[in-house]
């Protein structure tokens, strides 16, 4: 059965760097998304995507993040400067019908 | 604005018992979609069911089944003969007619189920 994969499963970081999360989505979906999930906490919306461009994103995907798909099956968020709070798990989802979304396992990334 | 409330926190039943966790929704939009997914203590989290807001008919699936019903904004989510396997958070998430909207989740109600 297909599935998202997102890469890698946890990353550790430096407070200040650069990280770039990735995910490779249910090929010939269109719709590809990023949420968060704060340890405990419900699933945020970050961004959505289609048509190689954002179509959507909440007041929490402000100009620190940004979002490239930049070959035919990779789609990835970048955190330009990192900060504590950004500590989260980071799931990938993608949708044929852009209404349904499909979840990769999550990215668990923490900010020391 | 659109709201998911998922007013039960944690469940806590013994295997064989059934439960249901409750959804309440709030949205203005006369077409929209309603969803469950399971989130097992692994982290991933898993599609279990959408129903657009023209089908009112409930659904059941081996175990599982749903009520939806307009009238009271909500979208109750039942597991039949619990299972320990079934020990999860599970989310509510509410989305509108719209291709590649986003989700609005719900905090999720941590369902454990002992043996």
């Known amino acids: 059965e297909p599935e998202v994969t997102q890469t890698p499963s946890h990353q550790v970081t430096q407070m200040g760097q650069e990280v770039i999360l990735r995910c490779v989505p249910i090929s010939n979906h269109l719709y590809f998304y990023w949420y968060r999930q704060i340890l405990g906490q419900k699933v945020e919306f970050l961004v959505s995507f289609y048509n190689n461009e954002i179509s959507e994103k909440s007041e929490i995907f402000d100009d620190q993040f940004s979002v490239e798909r930049p070959d035919g099956s990779n789609f990835t968020l970048k955190i330009r400067s990192t900060k504590l709070e950004d500590s989260a798990m980071y799931f990938c989802a993608s949708s044929g019908s852009g209404v349904e979304a499909f979840f990769g396992q999550g990215t668990r990334l923490t900010v020391v | 604005a659109q709201k998911v409330t998922q007013a039960q926190t944690e469940i806590s039943v013994v295997e064989k018992e059934d439960v249901t966790l409750d959804c309440v929704y709030e949205?203005?939009?006369?077409?929209?979609?309603l969803f469950w997914y399971k989130q097992p203590p692994s982290g991933e989290l898993v599609f279990l069911i959408r129903r657009n807001s023209f089908d009112e008919q409930n659904e059941i699936s081996g175990r599982y089944s749903w009520n939806f019903q307009k009238s009271t904004s909500s979208f109750n989510f039942t597991i039949t003969a619990s299972q320990v396997v079934d020990s999860a958070v599970y989310f509510c998430?509410?989305?509108?007619?719209?291709?590649?909207?986003?989700?609005?989740f719900g905090k999720g109600t941590t369902l454990s189920v002992s043996s």
């Open positions: 998430a509410l989305s509108l007619n719209q291709a590649g909207t986003a989700l609005i």
């Open positions: 949205t203005r939009d006369t077409t929209y979609y």
